[in-house]
Nanobody, 119 residues
Framework: QVQFVESGGGLVQPGGSLRLSCTTS????????LAWYRQAPEKQREFVAS?????????KDSDSVKGRFTISRDNAKNTVYLQMNSLKPEDTAVYYC???????????WGQGTQVTVSS
């Protein structure tokens, strides 16, 4: 059973930056695709970014995160990162990581990490 430890969230002013981390256990990390999702208050959880086993990345379809967020992975540390720059109040949400194998994505989730963008 995969387990997650997400960290790096916090309170930041608009225009600021945060780097989220998600360390997993219970899987052979380098064999898995990885993704970040987020859930804002009273909204459904949504896809933010993914990175596959060979490092190909994909981002949420819109201009909302492209150019501001960067997903990366460190297989030696079993960790996936989300670098978030130029943060906006609408980025406020709980951020979760997710793992996938092949074309299938796990329904297991961690506790998430809260990101609040406010002045």
């Amino acid at each position: 059973q995969v387990q997650f430890v997400e960290s790096g969230g916090g309170l930041v002013q608009p225009g600021g930056s945060l780097r989220l981390s998600c360390t997993t256990s219970g899987i052979i990390f380098r064999h898995y695709n990885l993704a970040w999702y987020r859930q804002a208050p009273e909204k459904q959880r949504e896809f933010v970014a993914s990175i596959n086993t060979v490092g190909t990345t994909r981002y949420k379809d819109s201009d909302s995160v492209k150019g501001r967020f960067t997903i990366s992975r460190d297989n030696a540390k079993n960790t996936v990162y989300l670098q978030m720059n130029s943060l906006k109040p609408e980025d406020t949400a709980v951020y979760y990581c997710r793992v996938g194998y092949g074309s299938a994505w796990s329904e297991s989730w961690g506790q998430g990490t809260q990101v609040t963008v406010s002045s």
